[in-house]
């Protein structure tokens, strides 16, 4: 059975713990990204917060108390408070993580928050991931294809070798928080690009003996440049998966079986 890791972020690279910045009592200044596109007096501009660090105090809490006591108006988004929503990500001191993750006690004293590249800005740090993978969810038509249309659910479930269950669960723990998308320079470039979430997803797809698409299938979805041959293996998705999902493996061997693929099958 594979171990999952639930770690506390920012990490350099995937294991290193970084010693504490900030101690009890001393103070955070928190420097916020604001721009409200459906205002059109906005201008973006870093406002500037101050706040007393306390024991245990994530990102998430702190944008709570200055929302609370500070400034209303701010918005962000927050949900399941435990890195499982991924409605929490944000570019931190210029790394995109989750907020809810984070101790500012490791990224302070002064922690410059901005909203994910890439995605729709709604105001502030809160932007539509939803939106945007909603689109690549219906584009890599990202569910099993099942032989029959209606399945019988009145059935004996259908039975599969726990080794196999336990791949496809390491690749089903994406929570699309978008992390991977925001520092990837291909999907800064490319509006249309799947990114290391949609080709984690083929893998996903292609892993499932019940899903009834072959690799010509897989191809006609992701065998071009806005798909798995518009990587050109920067690999900082892999640096900031928040899941540590293995994505640098699973975007070379969906290249490899899309490029036999293409060169004949
Ligand atoms: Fe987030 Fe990782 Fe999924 Fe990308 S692959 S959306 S970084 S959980
Ligand atoms: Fe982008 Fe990751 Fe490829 S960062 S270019 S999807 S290796
Ligand atoms: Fe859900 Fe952070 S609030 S992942």
């Known amino acids: 059975m594979t171990e999952h890791r639930i770690t506390l972020l920012p990490r350099q690279g995937r294991d290193a713990a970084p010693p504490a910045r900030v101690r009890d009592g001393e103070r955070l200044t928190i420097k916020v990204l604001r721009y409200n596109p459906a205002d059109p007096a906005s201008v973006p501009h870093l406002q500037r917060y101050e706040l007393e660090q306390s024991p245990g105090m994530t990102l998430f809490i702190a944008l709570n108390e200055i929302r609370d006591r500070l400034d209303p108006s701010l918005q962000f988004d927050f949900v399941c408070r435990a890195g499982i929503c991924g409605s929490c990500a944000m570019v931190i001191n210029g790394r995109p993580t989750l907020a809810c993750r984070t101790l500012t006690r490791d990224v302070g ?18 932007v539509d991931t939803g939106k945007w993978m909603r689109a690549q969810s219906e584009r890599l038509a990202a569910w099993v294809h099942l032989r029959e249309d209606e399945p019988d659910l009145t059935r004996l479930e259908q039975r599969m070798e726990p080794e196999l269950a336990e791949r496809i669960f390491e690749l089903d723990r994406c929570i699309e928080c978008g992390c991977c998308v925001a520092a990837c320079g291909t999907a800064r470039m490319r509006a249309d690009f799947v990114g290391a979430v949609g080709i984690n997803k083929i893998a996903r797809f292609r892993l499932d003996p019940r899903d009834t698409r072959d690799d010509a299938a897989f191809y006609e979805l992701v065998g071009d440049d806005d798909g798995v041959f518009g990587c050109m293996s920067l690999l900082a998705c892999h640096d900031v998966c928040p899941k540590d999902l293995p994505l640098q493996t699973q975007i070379a061997y969906v290249r490899r079986k899309m490029a036999a693929q293409g060169f004949g099958g």
């Open 109 to 126: 004293p002064e922690i410059v928050l901005a909203p994910l590249p890439v995605f729709e800005l709604i105001g502030d740090l809160s």
